[in-house]
C-alpha cells in the first residue's frame, strides 16, 4: 500500500513512542518521532504533517505550550 500521510508523534517515552510509531505504521502512515517540544516545533517547520500525536507532560516544553 502507499503511505496515507505523513504524522508526528512527540512523545519522551521510548515504550510508548514504539507502540504508537508500529500502531500507525500498520495503518499505513509515514511517521516522524521526536521526544520533546523543542524538536517538535524543529520538525513541524520542516515538513508538513496531516496530525501531530502529542504528548501533554514532557520535560522543558509542554504539549501544551
Do not use: W
Not at 512523545?11 to 495503518?27: H, M, P, V, W
Amino acid at each position: 500500500m502507499d503511505v496515507v500521510a505523513t504524522l508526528l508523534i512527540v512523545e519522551d517515552n521510548s515504550t510508548q513512542q514504539y507502540i504508537l510509531k508500529r500502531l500507525c505504521e500498520d495503518f499505513d502512515y509515514q511517521v516522524h518521532v521526536v521526544s520533546s517540544g523543542e524538536a517538535a516545533l524543529e520538525a513541524f517547520a520542516m515538513t508538513n504533517y496531516a496530525a501531530i500525536l502529542l504528548d501533554l507532560t514532557l520535560p522543558g516544553m509542554d504539549g501544551i505550550e
